[in-house]
């Protein structure tokens, strides 16, 4: 399974972006897919994630509650992250990877895909 992230941009505080997070090859009911995003120095951080099988297993950061969501199309073999509300802080590269379980740390997930920028001016 290969993963691309797109969607990034130059942004203004308070506006929106959606992230599409396109999958390429079979995904399965155990997959999780996991965004996460890094700042210039800093470590990968875990944003939000989605099991395969279902829009209704969804976990987020503190951070990212409320602002962002995250939705899978199973058709599509896309996974999105809308983004809300944004924030300076959010500015970062946003990536997407595959996980087998809904966890929080960036080494349980592969299959990282290039990601897409995110630039929010205040």
């Known amino acids: 399974v290969q993963l691309q992230a797109s969607g990034g941009g130059l942004v203004q505080a308070g506006g929106s972006l959606r992230l599409s997070c396109a999958a390429s090859?079979?995904?399965?009911?155990?997959?999780?897919i996991g965004w996460f995003r890094q700042a210039p120095g800093k470590e990968r951080e875990f944003e939000a994630a989605?099991?395969?099988?279902?829009?209704?297993?969804?976990y987020y950061a503190d951070s990212v509650k409320g602002r962002f969501t995250i939705s899978r199309d199973g058709a599509k073999n896309m996974v999105y992250l809308q983004m809300d509300s944004l924030k300076p802080e959010d500015t970062a590269v946003y990536y997407c990877?595959?996980?087998?379980?809904?966890?929080?740390?960036?080494?349980?997930?592969?299959?990282w895909g290039r990601g897409t920028q995110v630039t929010v001016s205040s």
């Open positions: 090859g079979r995904l399965f009911s155990s997959h999780v």
């Open positions: 990877a595959l996980g087998t379980s809904p966890t929080t740390r960036p080494q349980e997930y592969r299959n």
């Open positions: 989605i099991r395969w099988n279902s829009n209704n297993f969804k």
